[in-house]
């Protein structure tokens, strides 16, 4: 009697099943990434309106409706900003064409506002979920594939890209690290292939991610500066070797060529462009310049030879000659490195150019910005550096890849601790080098060992759940301005006299409102009037409305609203929120003969003690007195602080200030009429 017998067959996994395995997985952390930045659903949308993020952003939509129904032509100059003369708005249009173009085709080529505003909304949702394909395929071709995967799901979760990415929050920022990381990736791409029609074709791919970098922000400028100074270093290592220079060399062309021709229409038409005029801040001919002078520079270096000396002196008599022949170039190059010094006041005041590690409350350094933004693991990506670059010096042949990376990571994270709003950016190089360390210490092959077991609990203790408590929170944050500023601006666009020209932002509306920069755009966008002062730097309206909010008498006051042709003036708070102070600071003012600033020792928050002289400036006697003549007790003598004529509240918002203890109640936001004729009954 025989018995059959049956051989078990154990196939291994095929390169196909495997490359479906990482599709299933990569587009399951798509979903995750997708889920988590669309926490704030009920904030963004509800009252029947679209709420969104901050300032910024409320600029952003009210450019991409103007946008979509021009054409996908943005407006370049806004007579609402920078009263009476308007502001040249120096934002690149791609982003904002980009949203526009997609509501064209949800709204078949009519949408109405609020379909634009929906879809501008969910834009960084989803263009931020989007990014985790980006860090795949950077953490695939610097590492391998298994640390592309696990990177692009710690980035899926990370704060530190969630915050610039929400729904609700349509800024440039949640496109720089794709534009920026897919120029690198592509780069890598072009010096891993053989066959020349591979190479090119990667490298034009990268030339075309950096220029929609730039036409994206116009700070990336330092992204294309980054990669241009990579592949000089490595033509000066690299000197030696006749095999790897000629490729390298034909691989940078084909990366900046058509960069620069992409670019240089747009900033050729440019108002800044059409004008003849250098600006670093602004497309204009600063950046064919700067490209070309790169270009320059990577081909003269090329054809120095293997001889250092002469390489070192092309370099050297380039740069000399570029700078004495262009010195407008050199003072933009020089002007737009200080954003990083941040010597202007200006940059000193605003948030996001903030220092990550900024000191607070007398102590040297604060992490607790960190930790929000990459939870303690902030402290474990030192680790994991460490190891990557021991490793990486370890080994005597250095590949690209790694080479480019370590000089990227070294590169974001530097950005990242002089100013936060680079933090984004420098996510994408965290979650790399996180998930290297993870791999350089995980074991598949022992999935319940000890210190496997242990990986996976500070995983989730320490990353995953808060994480998770930041989404939680971002999902519960109210959006927009200040519920009680947002009722304000209300009130202005329906009870005060219409301005025109809105719509078209074509001719110079009739008159202004002076209000801190903080809320300008606010007041374009919501209230629908003209403004002094925004959040944009280079603004002369920033200086006068300083100056208004300093003076100490009424006549100087009068003559800076009669200049700028201000009607209305919105007040608040302008000590707890420290904008008095950055006033101070722009003018060169000693706060310290206004107010005092200490820490109460009991619970560390910061304390602002008004001093008489404070009670002497016009902005302030509206603020707290309405004007009206009051007698200050409690000095040597009593002061008398005398009643403002030209001044009449016309609105005040319901709930009260407590910021600071005034010495009498004080409602939060309040709106007064300057008039030309002292008013009567004060």
Avoid at 14 to 35: D, H, M, P, Y
Avoid at 571 to 582: A, H, P, Y
Avoid at 613 to 636: I, T
């Amino acid at each position: 009697m025989s018995r059959n017998k049956k051989k078990t067959i154990i196939e291994r996994p095929t390169q196909q099943n495997r490359t479906n395995k990482t599709i299933i997985i990569l587009a399951a952390v798509f979903l995750i990434a997708l889920l988590c930045r669309l926490a704030p659903l009920g904030q963004v949308f509800k009252s029947g309106d679209v709420f969104f993020f901050e300032n910024d952003t409320y600029y952003h939509v009210m450019r991409i409706i103007h946008t979509a129904h021009n054409y996908l032509i943005p407006f370049t100059h806004d007579p609402y900003l920078d009263y009476p003369g308007g502001y040249d708005c120096f934002w690149p249009p791609l982003f904002d064409q980009m949203i526009a173009l997609i509501a064209l085709i949800f709204g078949f080529g009519s949408p109405g506002d609020y379909t634009i505003k929906a879809v501008s909304a969910f834009f960084p949702a989803v263009l931020g979920a989007l990014t985790i394909f980006v860090v795949y395929l950077l953490g695939k071709e610097t590492f391998n594939k298994k640390t592309g995967v696990l990177a692009a799901f710690l980035f899926s979760i990370l704060p530190a890209h969630l915050f610039f990415s929400i729904l609700g929050r349509p800024d440039h920022h949640v496109a720089e690290p794709v534009f920026s990381m897919l120029m690198f990736y592509f780069f890598l791409v072009a010096c891993r292939k053989t066959e020349s029609k591979d190479i090119r074709k990667s490298a034009i791919l990268a030339g075309i991610s950096g220029a929609c970098a730039l036409l994206t922000w116009i700070g990336s400028t330092v992204f294309i500066g980054l990669l241009g100074i990579f592949v000089l270093l490595q033509i000066l290592l690299n000197s030696k070797h006749d095999e790897a220079r000629p490729k390298l060399s034909a691989i940078s062309l084909y990366v900046f060529i058509p960069l620069l021709i992409i670019i240089t229409p747009y900033c050729l038409l440019s108002q800044w462009g059409r004008q003849g005029k250098l600006a670093y801040d602004a497309l204009s001919l600063f950046q064919p310049l700067f490209i070309s002078g790169i270009i320059s520079l990577l081909w003269l270096s090329s054809r120095a030879g293997r001889h250092p000396v002469r390489l070192f002196l092309v370099i050297l008599v380039f740069i000399s000659a570029a700078l004495f022949i262009l010195p407008g170039f050199y003072e933009n190059l020089k002007t737009g490195l200080q954003y990083f010094s941040k010597k202007d006041p200006w940059f000193r005041s605003i948030g996001e150019l903030q220092p990550l590690l900024k000191p607070t409350a007398g102590f040297p350094v604060s992490f607790g910005r960190a930790e929000s933004f990459f939870t303690k693991f902030f402290y474990v990506f030192f680790i994991g550096l460490a190891v990557f670059i021991f490793n990486f010096f370890k080994r005597r042949e250095k590949p690209l890849n790694e080479q480019l990376f370590f000089f990227l990571v070294i590169a974001t994270l530097l950005m990242a601790l002089n100013q936060q709003r680079f933090v984004h950016v420098f996510a994408v190089t965290f979650a790399i080098t996180m998930s290297y360390l993870f791999f350089r210490i995980f074991n598949p092959k022992e999935l319940f060992a000890l210190k496997n077991t242990a990986m996976f609990l500070l995983l989730a203790i320490f990353f995953v759940f808060p994480c998770a408590k930041y989404i939680a929170q971002t999902g519960a944050s109210p959006f927009g301005p200040p519920p009680a500023l947002y009722d304000t601006l209300i009130w202005m666009k329906n009870n005060t006299p219409k301005t025109s020209y809105f719509g078209k932002l074509d001719k110079k509306p009739e008159y202004s409102v002076l209000a801190p920069w903080a809320y300008g755009m606010w007041i374009e966008c919501i209230a629908q009037r003209p403004v002094l002062a925004s959040n944009f730097h280079n603004m002369k309206g920033n200086t006068s409305s300083a100056r208004f909010f300093v003076s100490e008498d009424e006549d100087s006051a009068n003559k800076i609203l009669d200049e700028n042709g201000v009607r209305y003036i919105i007040t608040c708070s302008m000590l707890s929120s420290e904008r008095l102070g950055d006033c101070m600071d722009q003018l060169g003012i000693d706060k310290s003969q206004y107010y005092d600033k200490t820490v109460i020792p009991e619970n560390g928050q910061v304390a602002y003690i008004p001093k008489y002289k404070y009670y002497s400036l016009v902005s302030e006697r509206l603020f707290l007195l309405d004007g009206k003549q009051v007698e200050m007790k409690g000095g040597a003598k009593p002061q008398v602080i005398k009643a403002l004529k030209h001044y009449r509240l016309v609105y005040e918002s319901p709930n009260y200030d407590n910021t600071v203890p005034f010495p009498i109640p004080v409602k939060q936001f309040k709106v007064f009429e300057y008039l030309a004729k002292p008013a009567k009954n004060l």
